[in-house]
């Protein structure tokens, strides 16, 4: 009987069935611990039908990756509403972004948890859509200083700073939030705008904070040259007097 279930299932509608229990087994447990028995019971198929879709566990895991990965870029671009002012795109963003991965929790361990440390295949499809969520924001940074002053001073690698260090107080307060019973996603928006919007609001503005002058280093005290010694007296001549 349920082999006949599994049959009458289309094959895309059993296969995103099939991902859906990994992604919950691998952000639970990581890849190490997961184990294919569990993501097929979960899934409710035979564990040779997860192997016969998707091949093994690493092919396995990195579907999941790829999907989960397009997942969240899309969320954070469709957040982001155009004609708001810089810090209300900014807003949105985030708004988007911590939804997301609160809806989420079992896919977000698995991408900033688990895909990073087990391999460097895994890794580097998470710096991918690293990269392309950090080139969205970069967009955002410099497209809101060029809306604030028309002559923008930002240089193209200040901006690319910019938005690596908000991507990653962004991703460490996901992680905060996760672990925090009561924190929403607006609360954990709100926390990152208070955070990072008071210096970049002023910096869209032309007004950037600059460090305080460096004290000038007194000079070193020039030591005294060694005092020659005295000249010895000459000797008295023999029988003179």
């Given at each position: 009987?349920?082999?006949?279930?599994?049959?009458?299932?289309?094959?895309?509608?059993?296969?995103?069935?099939?991902l859906d229990a990994a992604v919950?087994?691998?952000?639970?447990?990581?890849?190490?611990?997961?184990?294919?028995?569990?993501?097929?019971?979960?899934?409710?198929?035979?564990?040779?039908?997860?192997?016969?879709?998707?091949?093994?566990?690493?092919?396995?895991?990195?579907?999941?990756?790829?999907?989960?990965?397009?997942?969240?870029?899309?969320?954070?671009?469709?957040?982001?509403?155009?004609?708001?002012?810089?810090?209300?795109?900014?807003?949105?963003?985030?708004?988007?972004?911590?939804?997301?991965?609160?809806?989420?929790?079992?896919?977000?361990?698995?991408?900033?948890?688990?895909?990073?440390?087990?391999?460097?295949?895994?890794?580097?499809?998470?710096?991918?859509?690293?990269?392309?969520?950090?080139?969205?924001?970069?967009?955002?940074?410099?497209?809101?200083?060029?809306?604030?002053?028309?002559?923008?001073?930002?240089?193209?690698?200040?901006?690319?700073?910019?938005?690596?260090?908000?991507?990653?107080?962004?991703?460490?307060?996901?992680?905060?939030?996760?672990?925090?019973?009561?924190?929403?996603?607006?609360?954990?928006?709100?926390?990152?705008?208070?955070f990072a919007w008071a210096g970049?609001?002023?910096?869209?503005?032309?007004?950037?904070?600059?460090?305080?002058?460096?004290?000038?280093?007194?000079?070193?005290?020039?030591?005294?040259?060694?005092?020659?010694?005295?000249?010895?007296?000459?000797?008295?001549?023999?029988?003179?007097g």
């Open positions: 009987m349920g082999a006949g279930k599994t049959k009458r299932m289309p094959r895309a509608v059993r296969e995103q069935q099939m919950s087994v691998f952000g639970r447990r990581g890849y190490m611990a997961a184990s294919m028995d569990e993501i097929a019971e979960l899934a409710g198929v035979s564990k040779p039908l997860v192997y016969l879709y998707l091949n093994s566990k690493d092919d396995l895991f990195s579907a999941c990756i790829g999907r989960e990965a397009r997942a969240l870029t899309e969320a954070v671009r469709a957040g982001v509403r155009p004609g708001l002012s810089a810090d209300g795109q900014l807003w949105s963003g985030l708004r988007a972004f911590f939804s997301h991965t609160a809806r989420h929790p079992d896919a977000w361990r698995m991408l900033h948890l688990h895909a990073r440390t087990h391999g460097e295949r895994f890794a580097a499809e998470v710096a991918a859509m690293r990269a392309e969520i950090v080139a969205f924001v970069t967009q955002l940074i410099a497209a809101a200083a060029r809306d604030a002053h028309r002559d923008p001073h930002l240089p193209e690698g200040e901006v690319v700073g910019l938005a690596e260090a908000l991507v990653g107080a962004a991703e460490s307060l996901a992680d905060w939030a996760g672990a925090t019973e009561g924190v929403t996603a607006k609360q954990a928006a709100a926390t990152l705008m208070n970049l609001g002023d910096l869209m503005t032309g007004r950037p904070w600059t460090p305080p002058e460096e004290p000038q280093p007194e000079p070193e005290p020039v030591p005294d040259p060694a005092p020659r010694a005295a000249p010895s007296p000459a000797p008295v001549a023999q029988g003179a």
